[in-house]
């Protein structure tokens, strides 16, 4: 089958596209690709700035799998949905649509957001350190130093380390908000990787360090991938704990430094300040 219909390329929310590739509809998001084949949509429907494209059942099924695009222009989703429609291949019988479809996941936004937002910071951190020593070194506190370089040195990779930690339990914290909560099945021969179907009918897989044949895990409805598996209360609790304890020598250490430089402008560290000159 080819197709005739000119379906027009649909764009929506966060960087959202969908368009015509082959016989299949692409959805492609900034983060992954889902590959729809136009024999796996049952009919494709626009509500107001949200386009559904649901997929086709077979008799058995009782879930009815959908993909859907927020944030869409009213009337481009109209004419989307009318050129799809009219592009699908006619069936004689209805089969799982599921079956067909396929994603790629490219990478995990919120934690590459995450590891993007702590290079920042340790590389301002370390800017703002050479900064405090070189103020101090020119107005005359060579001593201080002494100080302040081995506090930065422990203050930056520690407080980093302690932010990089917190993004687990931060992670848990906002699905377990907003997310919806799934079973994920435990993959046979793969130690620690759990599978789940998205509303999509795309299968996906989640990381936990349980041992049991199935976990709870709870998903973004905007973004399926983006899951994280629900522990106990004990445990959320330990994770936290130790995050939070490797944060805190973190910033003391950062404390450590800027009492340093306080004190050297103060006048608290021994001996007179060195202005080039010696006294006799």
């Not at 009815?64 to 429609?85: P, T």
């Not at 049991?212 to 994770?239: C, F, H, K, Q």
Request: net charge positive; with cysteine; aromatic share 6%.
């Amino acid at each position: 089958m080819s197709i005739t219909a000119p379906i027009p390329v649909l764009h929506g929310g966060k960087d959202t596209v969908v368009r015509t590739e082959g016989e299949a509809l692409l959805v492609r998001r900034p983060h992954e690709e889902t590959h729809i084949p136009l024999k796996a949509v049952g009919r494709v429907v626009a509500e107001g700035r949200t386009v559904t494209i649901e997929l086709t059942t077979a008799p058995a099924t009782v879930t009815r799998h959908v993909h859907r695009i927020w944030d869409v222009d009213e009337a481009a989703a109209a004419s989307f949905a009318e050129a799809v429609n009219a592009a699908l291949p006619e069936r004689t019988e209805e089969a799982d649509g599921a079956d067909l479809v396929s994603g790629e996941r490219l990478y995990q936004p919120s934690y590459r957001n995450w590891i993007r937002g702590l290079k920042r910071g340790a590389l301002l951190g370390t800017l703002a350190a050479v900064a405090l020593c070189v103020l101090v070194g020119v107005t005359g506190h060579p001593v201080a130093m002494t100080a302040i370089i081995p506090s930065a040195f422990f203050a930056i990779p520690i407080t980093a380390l302690g932010a990089f930690l917190l993004f687990e339990p931060h992670e848990e914290r906002h699905l377990r908000k907003h997310g919806v909560r799934t079973s994920a099945i435990r993959l046979r021969g793969e130690h620690g990787r759990y599978a789940y179907t998205d509303p999509g009918g795309v299968i996906r897989t989640v990381r936990s360090s349980e041992q049991s044949w199935n976990i709870e895990a709870a998903y973004d409805p905007r973004d399926p991938g983006r899951v994280a598996p629900l522990r106990s209360r004990a445990r959320r609790i330990r994770t936290a704990a130790v995050a939070l304890s490797v944060l805190g020598v973190g910033l003391l250490f950062t404390a450590g430094a800027v009492g340093s430089v306080v004190a050297a402008f103060l006048g608290f560290f021994e001996g007179p300040a060195w202005n080039g000159t010696t006294s006799p």
